[in-house]
């Protein structure tokens, strides 16, 4: 398994300081989820009109880009945003395939007041349309554990609905446990064979807080990292461990300079282990 960040942590790093700082903490991928004020990279000169010198700057850097994380959302309760979102999708297919990348993520959504049987067959649906977009190239759809789309059982009923090969989950180690106190262990056994990225993090309780949990550094939560690293071991999974750092919406935790080299050591011992 390699280890991978999100440039949510990020967000005042321009793309040349993401490539220097990946290399001088000991990361192997970079997963892109905005570039200073622009969360839509696609929008970016780096991944346009200089792509190929963003694409060189990285083999020099011995760097990939595990995931671009897209806005798009399988499931919504209002649909007036579909079609701009299938469009991101397409353009996101194009820039991956052009960056060698392998996934795409996007968010689960909100079912609003329907029943699952009917988001499932919804969310079947635009998952459909999105993968139309990207049945050309050598790319996945991820689905995050995220928003109303965390219990493993709807996310199971989903997957088998969708049946694709082109369509996966991102598990996000923290969102189904401190949401939903799902065990991971039910998760990886109801959904692993269709997890191929996956988000770190951690969190302690706070009930003060908006979530009912904050954001801290690796090891200072109640996120049991060595548990679910046993599990993907177990289970065969080679992807990316990927820190998702949320700085852009989290302005109050530490920087990066800190976050980052702490996770790289904190996982680094967590394998070696």
């Not at 694409?55 to 011995?62: E, P, V, Y």
């Not at 088998?160 to 799902?182: R, Y």
Request: hydrophobic fraction near 35%.
């Amino acid at each position: 398994m390699k280890l991978s960040f999100s440039t949510l942590g990020c967000p005042e790093w321009d793309v040349s300081t993401v490539i220097s700082r990946a290399v001088e903490y000991g990361f192997q991928g970079i997963e892109f989820r905005g570039v200073g004020d622009q969360l839509d990279v696609t929008r970016l000169p780096e991944f346009t009109s200089k792509s190929r010198e963003t694409i060189r700057r990285l083999n020099d850097a011995g760097l990939s880009v595990a995931c671009f994380s897209s806005s798009a959302f399988v499931s919504h309760a209002d649909k007036a945003d579909e079609q701009k979102e299938i469009e991101e999708i397409k353009r996101y297919a194009e820039l991956a395939d052009r960056f060698e990348t392998p996934f795409i993520r996007v968010f689960g959504g909100e079912i609003g007041g329907r029943y699952w049987d009917q988001a499932v067959h919804e969310a079947t649906e635009r998952v459909t349309r999105m993968v139309e977009q990207i049945r050309h190239f050598n790319v996945r759809l991820v689905i995050e554990t995220h928003d109303d789309w965390m219990d493993c059982r709807h996310f199971r009923q989903l997957m088998e609905t969708v049946n694709s090969p082109q369509v996966g989950i991102l598990w996000d180690v923290n969102h189904p446990l401190m949401f939903i106190k799902e065990d991971p262990i039910m998760t990886w056994q109801q959904i692993g064979e269709w997890i191929f990225h996956t988000h770190w993090k951690d969190s302690r309780v706070n009930p003060a807080s908006k979530h009912g949990f904050d954001p801290c550094l690796m090891g200072k939560g109640m996120v049991p990292h060595r548990k679910i690293y046993q599990l993907l071991k177990a289970g065969g999974y080679n992807g990316y461990l990927s820190l998702e750092w949320e700085k852009r919406w989290h302005p109050e935790i530490a920087g990066p300079e800190i976050a980052f080299p702490q996770y790289v050591d904190y996982m680094n011992q967590l394998m070696q282990k």
